[in-house]
């Protein structure tokens, strides 16, 4: 199993970016996916996990309303298009297998991550 990201960057405080993730060997049809971030010194929280290809979506209040994930079913990929960046989003993101439940964010199968960074 193997997940890629890619699409970090650097931006400034406002701007946007679009990361996307190539899982292999692992099928988003029966499983969740979604994003995880480590921002320096903090431990590694849940973005965004999508239950499932096509299924439901659940965002981490930090994320909602700037944050975007998506899939391209033909080409096996999903997306985080990140909007309104602020320097407090600036962090490692992680693509990996994911399940929410019961206000719990479980990951598994890490990629090796992308840094975001957001200048003032």
């Known amino acids: 199993v193997q997940l890629v990201e890619s699409g970090g960057g650097l931006v400034q405080t406002g701007g946007s970016l679009r990361l996307s993730c190539a899982p292999s060997?692992?099928?988003?049809?029966?499983?969740?996916i979604g994003w995880f971030r480590e921002a320096p010194g903090k431990q590694r929280e849940g973005v965004v996990c999508?239950?499932?290809?096509?299924?439901?979506?659940h965002y981490a209040n930090a994320a909602q309303g700037r944050f975007t994930m998506s899939s391209e079913n033909a080409e096996n990929m999903v997306f985080l298009q990140m909007s309104s960046l602020a320097p407090n989003d600036t962090a490692v993101y992680y693509c990996?297998?994911?399940?929410?439940?019961?206000?719990?964010?479980?990951?598994?199968?890490w990629g090796q991550g992308t840094q975001v960074t957001v200048s003032p």
């Open positions: 990996a297998a994911c399940r929410y439940d019961g206000g719990q964010w479980y990951g598994g199968y």
């Open positions: 060997g692992f099928s988003f049809d029966d499983f969740g």
């Open positions: 999508m239950k499932s290809r096509d299924g439901p979506l």
